[in-house]
Each structure stands twice: as C-alpha cells, then as structure tokens.
C-alpha cells in the first residue's frame, strides 16, 4: 500500500493527481475528526448488515463487541430459530454507569440488525423483501405519529434540530457486504435498499485474499455501483474519487474491507484491514451527515406514500 511520502520521492508527474486526492482524503479526515463524536456520545444507531450468507456479517458484529468502540463486551447469543430471521443485536458504546436505558431497560444505544444472507433461501426475494419491508415500517410508525399536512421543509427542520441522539428507532447505515465478488443479485439488493437507506458498501474477509485482489475487488464493486447509478456514501469522497484510490492502491476509503480474524497477515505478509476506520467514521466523524441523511430517505419515503 502506498503513502504519500513514497510518491513524493518517486517526484512522477502523472501521480500529482493521486497527491492531490490523498491531500482530500487527509484533510476530510482531519476536519471530520477535529468534529467528531466520541463513541459513548454517538446517540443512538442502528446498523443493517446484508448480502449473502457465511461470508461474515455476524463475526463483524461480534468482532464490534469485542472492540474498544464497544463498552458492553457481550456475547452474541445463538439464533434459537432453525428459520433464518432478521434479527435485532443491541450493543452499547456507552459507559457503563450510564443512565441511558433502552425499552428493554438495558443500556445499550447501538442496534444491529442481522439478516439471513441471500443464500438462506431459493429465491433471493424471501430475503430481500422483509430487510426492505424492515425498513419501511420502522418508516410507517413514525409517520403514523405526524400530521399529514406538515410540510416537509419544516419535518426536516424539526428532525434535524433533535441533533445527534438519534432513536426514531429508522435502519442509520447499511454495511452492504461481498466477498470475493459482487454478483448481479447483490446489485439488485442494494438498488433497493439504496431507496431507503444509507448504504456502505464492504468487502468481507479481506484476509483471504491478496493486497492485488483487495483493490482490484475495490474497483470492481464501484464499478458497478456506479454503472447501475446506485447511490453510496462514500465518507467525503464521490466516486470517482474512491475509484481513483483504488487504481492507485490507496487504502482508507470505501468500500472498506474487514477481517476479523487475529492474525492480520495474508500470503504476502499483509492484511488490509480497515475495521477500525470504519467504526470511527460511523461512529464518531461522520455521524452527523448520516443523521441528515437519514431523514432526507425518511422525507422521501413519506412524499412517495403519500395517499
Ligand atoms: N478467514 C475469515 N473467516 C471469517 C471471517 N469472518 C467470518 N469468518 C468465518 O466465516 C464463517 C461464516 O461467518 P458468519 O459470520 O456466520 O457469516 P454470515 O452468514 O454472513 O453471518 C464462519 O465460519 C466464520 O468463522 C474473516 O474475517 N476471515
Ligand atoms: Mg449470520
């Protein structure tokens, strides 16, 4: 992986560009963090996890509570249903004196919101469905809280002004996650979930695979994104941006990949693992945009239903 001090002494033209971008990507980095949320005051958050099935998304979950972002250091329980169902995961990243307390009367401010994979059943809709069906409801109980006749400039004043707490209970972020490669149902899944979410894309076990493929999955995927016009955030960064980072080996920027093994070291002494930048982004530096961008889905979804 490359710095900007290694191409600096290279001094090749060509790659002021890449200077350029990464001089971007710090100073996004360093103005977001001068910014930041720390995690025990991120409010309240709740992050979907979708894509197919055993490629990771629960280990991710665990591997967050056993991270210094989370206070609760639970363990995950075991699904007790042999039927694959979505399922609500609560974590916290408040301290442990809190006096925060869940419907539960449980401290915890971070839901995760595990899915059966798209494996899990024959037809892919039987999943795809009840996560956007999970969505959309979260969608139809605030709304049955509001008067119709509100305009939508001033829902989004009063949304925006509840600050940072979050807790209208609506999906914050989904971590859309591939391993290996994208395939055309996975692009069909996020398409949809794209219309009501916040979407950031993730590529899963990044300890199985070489630095070489890492980037060139990177590209590929927002390649993709891009040629099907499906929206994502991208932490500062558009998407040529990100690509351009990917072309040039550059890590720190979606989609991010994960691993959550141990060892952090592939078959060329190197894992890339960005886990932990991806957590802080969530978190603590980019919180705030995903609020604002959460109640923009929100307002949609309410112009789109109304009867
Ligand atoms: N090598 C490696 N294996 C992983 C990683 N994450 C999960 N696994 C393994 O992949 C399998 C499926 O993981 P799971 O989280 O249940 O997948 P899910 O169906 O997507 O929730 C398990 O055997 C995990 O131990 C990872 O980062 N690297
Ligand atoms: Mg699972």
Redesign the pocket.
Known sequence: MRTVKDIETRNAPSEAVLIDLIRRQNMILRTKESRAFTPACCGRLKIM?A?????????????FMRSAFSSSHSSLKKQTSDFPVICEIPSSTLPLDSTVMDPSGKCNNITFV?T??L??FMDASSVIQPCLEYITNQFEKTNAFLNPNIEDHRLSEFFNNLGAGGGLGHVDVCLY?V?HRVKPVDIEFMRLLAAHVTLVPII?????MSLESVFSLKKTFLHHLSRSNIPIYGFGLGEQELTRLAEFHVGGSVPFC????ETTEDRDGWCLNEAELLWRSLLCNHLADLRRLGVERFLAWRTANKS
């Open positions: 996890l894509g197919d099935t055993g490629i990771g998304k629960t280990r991710l979950i665990e591997s595990d059966p994979g494996g899990a996650c391993l899963l076990k990044s300890d199985t994960v691993s959550t093994v």
